[in-house]
């Protein structure tokens, strides 16, 4: 039986198929489930693993189990997901709950007895399948805004037993949506250098024709040779004006299938791959997604089913062809777009030449580029093409190509520092120019003796900076001196202009308190409820650390009774 369902969920034709349980699992929440993003939309360098859902715009709301189950991992962290609950069911799924404001009673009894043993904020744990068991309904968490989070609501997933998240819609959560996905663009890509659309070897944006029921057509085209289209779409719901992702999207070529993408389930393993399914370029250019309805060589995303020639049309002189392209969301609303393709035979008159230089990355080779006091290492499979690139040192200023091109692996930039005092080494550090004022954006770096070295992934000028400007630390609900007795929470604000707060630590009479750091409010937050402060005299030292050791001190005196 259990092969016979695999069968079914892998066969490409069954689109309206769903082999997961659709009763086993409630609501996240109590209330309507509305989304601020959907599941497998596109984001920055990853596709949606879940739902996000909206928290009518407050803090607070009780999160409950799905199904009973137990929590099998618990981490808290001052990025990306904030607080979040993982609870393995004996099913074998495993539902997520992100963002979270704080933990049930229970749970949070548990996280801040291993946070105060760790003397840490950060942590991450797995308890035992005893330890925290919940049965379905139960009150686990509280909903907020924590971590990488640019508003209240809940990031909710539903996984696997081999981790792979799943859209949780499949699984009958249910949400109101009566109206069909919206394109933005379509443009046409000539592939090779006999190949045109419209006379043009370049890529051409395709005017759109809406259409009475929502559809549209696109301006007759000319073409000739392998050509291939990529689109930009979004999906809404009812309720709500965010600009979501689609679920699926088809081609068809005079009539018959020729491509297909299923935003239904992906491992965290390809996800980092979404930028060879869109067009990187143009996205770092004009900050839009187009999703490309054609697979070129090195993309192993999994989404694809029913590829004909990789989705490529082979237009010949003289034909009249008719290419469509099928979007629908999750409630099986289309939005169709028609295109009619006139075969016409001719030599573009806009073909570029590719720019050479010294410098040919073959992708399947490990690559070391040197110039003055700067070393680049690209380890194998770092790119998905060959291609030539750029490569200039100019003092402490490394130039490496266009941050147009998408990178698949870190690789690892390096500046040889021993013609600098080492008094002022430890204040160096390694930054990405960006912006339109080309401002240094710290890059996580390391030293080992006299080199200096950063991991990344982006492409992009360099410089070697220095960081001489300590954190700063301001009280922000008392000052010193102040009586406290009557207050819940001890707030300080922490910041750090150049290369960001690293790590902080506070004491109240030399016993470390946790203190919860917000980066969006850049503030250290301490809940007397705790426990931990029973003096009435009390001395409050807080010292926060930047990522080249400039480090503040700060000391207080506040009283309680």
Do not use: C
């Not at 999994?302 to 237009?315: A, F, P, R, V």
């Not at 073959?362 to 006091?373: M, N, V, Y």
């Not at 290492?377 to 690139?389: A, I, Q």
Request: neutral net charge; aromatic residues 14%.
């Amino acid at each position: 039986m259990r092969l016979l369902l695999l069968f079914l969920f892998l066969s490409p034709s069954l689109f309206s198929q769903n082999p997961y349980p659709q009763e086993y699992f409630g609501s996240p929440l109590d209330i309507p489930v509305v989304l601020a993003g959907t599941f497998a939309e596109l984001r920055s360098n990853h596709f949606h693993s879940g739902l996000d859902i909206k928290t009518q715009g407050v803090e607070g709301l009780k999160v409950y189990g799905i199904a009973d189950g137990y929590v099998s991992r618990i981490k808290v962290a001052h990025y990306g997901y904030g607080k979040a609950l993982y609870v393995t069911h004996p099913n074998g799924y495993t539902s997520v709950y992100a963002h979270l404001q704080h933990f049930s009673p229970e749970i949070e009894a548990y996280v801040k007895a291993q946070q105060y043993e760790k003397e840490s904020f950060v942590i991450e744990l797995f308890p035992t399948t005893e330890a925290l068991k919940i049965k379905k309904n139960d009150i686990i968490a509280y909903s907020g805004n924590t971590g990488s989070s640019s508003g209240p609501h809940l990031h909710f997933e539903i996984r696997d037993n081999e981790e792979r998240p799943i859209n949780p819609m499949l699984f009958g959560i249910d949400v109101k949506d009566t109206r069909k996905p919206i394109v933005s663009n379509v443009y046409a890509y000539p592939i090779g250098k006999q190949s045109h659309v419209n006379g043009s070897n370049k890529k051409q944006k395709l005017r759109l024709i809406p259409q009475k029921g929502g559809d549209y057509k696109i301006e007759d085209l000319k073409a000739f040779g392998t050509i291939g289209f990529a689109v930009e779409t979004v999906d809404r719901q009812d309720m709500a004006a965010n600009n979501n992702g689609v679920y699926n999207i088809s081609t068809f070529y005079n009539g018959l299938p020729n491509f297909e993408i299923d935003f239904r389930r992906f491992s965290f393993a390809e996800t980092k791959h979404l930028n060879r399914l869109i067009d990187y370029e143009h996205f770092k250019e004009h900050k839009e997604r187009l999703q490309k309805l054609f697979l070129e060589k090195n993309n192993p995303l999994s989404l694809y089913n029913n590829t004909i020639n990789q989705g490529y049309l082979s237009i010949t002189d003289g034909t009249s062809s008719v290419y469509q392209v099928n979007i629908g969301d999750f409630k099986g609303n289309e939005t169709r777009i028609d295109i009619n393709i006139k075969g016409t035979q001719q030599a573009p008159n806009d073909v570029e030449e590719e720019i050479k230089t010294q410098y040919y990355i073959e992708h399947r080779d490990i690559t070391d580029l040197a110039e003055g006091s700067v070393t680049v290492h690209f380890p194998k499979d770092t790119f998905y093409d060959n291609f030539f690139m750029y490569f200039n040192v100019n003092n402490d200023t490394l130039i490496l190509h266009k941050p147009t091109l998408p990178v698949k692996k870190t690789f690892t930039i390096s500046y040889d520092i021993s013609k600098y005092a080492e008094a002022d080494l430890k204040q160096f550090y390694i930054a990405e120019l960006v912006g339109w004022n080309n401002f240094p954006s710290y890059s996580t770096t390391k030293r080992k003796g006299n080199t200096l070295f950063t991991n990344t992934k982006d492409l992009g000028t360099y410089v070697l900076a220095r960081d001489t400007v300590a954190p700063t630390v301001v009280p922000v609900n008392f000052k010193d001196g102040s009586w406290l007795s009557k207050y819940r929470f001890l707030k300080v604000k922490i910041d750090d202009d150049v290369t960001g707060v690293s790590n902080y630590r506070a004491t109240v009479n030399g016993q470390w308190i946790l203190m919860e750091y917000d980066y969006k409010e850049k503030t250290l937050t301490y809940d007397f409820n705790d426990g931990i402060v029973s003096a009435t005299k009390n001395n409050l030292k807080v010292i926060v650390t930047d990522h080249v050791g400039n480090s503040t001190t700060f000391e207080s005196t506040f009283f309680r009774k």
